[in-house]
């Protein structure tokens, strides 16, 4: 073989290799500020001998107020099934609140933290105001769809005078797992 061959072969590999790399230095995980986020998740439970359980859904619509930084609303819808010694009922509940997180890390693995305020209503509960912290992981699996899991601890409170004391009163914990999407 020629060198001006060897060359040439040599010079066409890596001017074919210059697009792959191109795309591959482009592929940028997650969303920029002006983005918009969908994501939906679940929970569920039940008795080992699955008479009694429960499951949820939650969705969330958010806006990124900076790269790092997102603002929405979140609805859940929750529903159980109670079977005991002196109780049979299904209840439905729901809660809608506003959120705001902060993301750390600008990678595909971004854990964040955040606050929620919103309201509980529906069988079950007792219809009140819940103030939240929350924590979690997104981790993208595309370049702006990822898998979700959080949770919130929320406490519950029907006036300010209330919210003091709720914390370490009325607490509970909320923990979901899903996917999202950035547009």
């Known amino acids: 073989m020629t060198r001006i061959h060897t060359t040439a072969i040599t010079l066409s590999c890596l001017l074919g290799a210059l697009p792959l790399a191109a795309a591959a230095q482009s592929a940028e995980f997650g969303p920029d500020q002006g983005d918009r986020e969908f994501s939906i998740s679940g929970t ?79 069988d079950g509960v007792k219809d009140s105001a819940f103030a939240g912290l929350e924590t979690g992981i997104k981790y993208y699996v595309q370049t702006k769809t990822y898998f979700l899991a959080r949770a919130e601890y929320q406490f519950f409170f ?11 009163d009325s607490g509970a914990w909320a923990y979901t797992i899903g996917l999202g999407y950035n547009f």
């Open 158 to 168: 029907n006036d300010a005078d209330d919210a003091d004391d709720a914390f370490q």
């Open 44 to 122: 569920g439970s039940n008795d080992r001998d699955f008479n009694s359980g429960s499951f949820g859904v939650t969705g969330d619509l958010g806006w990124y107020l900076r790269d790092n930084m997102v603002g929405g609303v979140r609805q859940s819808v929750n529903y159980a099934s109670i079977e005991g010694a002196d109780i049979e009922d299904d209840f439905w509940n729901g809660s809608t609140r506003g959120y705001l997180d902060y993301q750390f890390l600008n990678d595909r693995a971004r854990p964040f933290v955040g606050g929620s305020l919103g309201g509980i209503y529906g």
